[in-house]
């Protein structure tokens, strides 16, 4: 079969296999009447298999020692080549998720092109100063594709380019949420921590309605982060995991101050100090937890706490006691 059969029913140009013989990969063995050189059944076979060898990804130079090399063996090729394609697939998979994000923002000109891709590489940078400028500036100079930020702030380890990206998505308003979402049932605590504490500082009602669905995560830290953020916002369901908080003894301070909060609405004011109280009455609670919840009475108004703290001050803890009657001196004093 000459050249040209060969390249139409194959599929190889003619060219391609010009090279191959020059190559030495595949040569003509036989030669017509005429002298042209002419391909044999078995030729045509090798073709086949040069052309199955490098759809692999071979070279024509690994294919030619695959083909001709009695010890040559594939697994070590085999193994490098899903190296190489598992590296190609991850740089072409960071490539088209780049482009997605660029996409998403508009861009309307190329400065705005170059600007985006400046600061995605800053935002990945491992400098953690270059990384909260990045930040910063995705709100101030140039807009960022919530995505980048969502993912910035989900890895992000140093506190202070922590907050300076929550303080970015919370700019953005609700874009991110769906993705911060996703975060709070990540297999790691760390991100789940980091996705509930971005969604607390976005000061919208579908990011209050995501904290008390989050109220009910198994996660106990995502449930503690959650009702420190809906205290704030004056949602009265928190009482009980903000007393727990303080009994923990992790952001008491915090789950005080939200208490404090709720308790300027005379409905509420009882019923923290109730729930105040009922704690300090456990047998099982620690004497530091015990001083913690008398703390926490002190900014609690109404008669109730007044006269848990008038009972404390004759507390056998002594300075359960002290810590009560020091507060009676202040709410005496207004």
Do not use: C
């Amino acid at each position: 079969m000459l050249i040209g059969d060969v390249a139409r029913r194959s599929g190889v140009s003619a060219r391609m296999l010009r090279h191959y013989d020059s190559l030495g990969l595949v040569r003509p063995t036989g030669r017509t009447e005429a002298g042209y050189r002419e391909y044999s059944g078995e030729d045509i076979r090798r073709i086949f298999q040069i052309e199955s060898l490098r759809s692999l990804g071979l070279s024509l130079r690994e294919v030619g020692r695959a083909l001709d090399d009695p010890g040559f063996t594939p697994s070590e090729l085999v193994d490098d080549l899903i190296r190489q394609t598992r590296e190609r697939i991850a740089a072409e998979t960071e490539l088209l998720t780049r482009l997605r994000r660029i996409d998403a923002v508009e861009p309307a000109g190329w400065e705005d092109v170059l600007q985006i891709v400046a600061l995605l590489q800053a935002l990945g940078s491992k400098n953690a100063d270059k990384r909260q400028r990045a930040a910063l500036s995705s709100v101030e100079e140039a807009p960022m594709p919530v995505e980048a930020l969502v993912e910035a702030a989900l890895s992000e380890t140093d506190p202070h380019v922590a907050g300076a990206l929550r303080w970015a998505l919370a700019q953005s308003g609700d874009d991110g949420l769906a993705l911060l979402a996703e975060g709070l049932g990540a297999s790691a605590a760390e991100v789940r921590k980091r996705a509930v504490q971005s969604i607390a500082e976005i000061p919208n009602g579908a990011a209050t309605t995501l904290l008390q669905e989050a109220l009910t995560n198994p996660d106990i830290a995502v449930r503690r982060y959650a009702a420190l953020a809906l205290g704030a916002r004056g949602v009265a369901d928190t009482i009980p995991t903000l007393i727990d908080i303080v009994v923990e003894g992790t952001n008491d301070v915090d789950a005080a101050d939200a208490l404090s909060a709720l308790a300027s609405r005379p409905a509420l004011a009882d019923q923290i100090a109730t729930g105040l109280v009922d704690r300090l009455a456990h047998g099982t609670v620690e004497p530091s937890a015990r001083r913690r919840l008398t703390q926490a009475l002190a900014d609690v108004p109404g008669t109730t706490a007044s006269r848990a703290l008038a009972d404390l001050s004759h507390d056998e803890d002594r300075a359960v006691a002290l810590t009560a009657t020091y507060i009676l001196g202040i709410r005496d004093a207004r």
